[in-house]
């Protein structure tokens, strides 16, 4: 059974940093593209970043210079390094893998920047 958990959410002032974690199991995820998306309240759910198998990396324009993707594929994680947060970052953030159709989800995490 296919898992991803992920870790490291919170409440954050305007400036901030914070670093969330997803640690898959289920099956070998090295081939697969790793990912966090995020939906804010009452927003469509959104790439923030992604991360393929050979570590060729995404990110959304509203997150680039702030944010660094990361991933091990012997621990089956993938991080999001987030500086410089801002109020408009809040939003639950979800891990995410995906590879030839199959996709799969986690939880979530909310992150919320506020002072």
């Known amino acids: 059974q296919v898992q991803l958990v992920e870790s490291g959410g919170g409440l954050v002032q305007p400036g901030g940093s914070l670093r969330l974690s997803c640690a898959a199991s289920?099956?070998?995820?090295?081939?697969?593209?790793m990912a966090w998306y995020r939906q804010a309240p009452g927003k469509q759910r959104e790439l923030v970043a992604d991360?393929?198998?050979?570590?060729?990396?995404n990110y959304a324009e509203s997150v680039k210079g702030r944010f660094t993707i990361s991933r091990d594929n012997v621990k089956n994680t993938v991080d999001l390094q987030m500086d410089s947060l801002q109020p408009e970052d809040t939003a639950v953030y979800y891990c995410?893998?995906?590879?030839?159709?199959?996709?799969?989800w986690g939880q979530g995490t909310q992150v919320t920047v506020s002072s």
């Open positions: 991360i393929t198998s050979f570590g060729s990396t």
């Open positions: 995410n893998v995906r590879h030839l159709g199959i996709i799969f």
């Open positions: 289920g099956r070998i995820f090295s081939l697969y593209t």
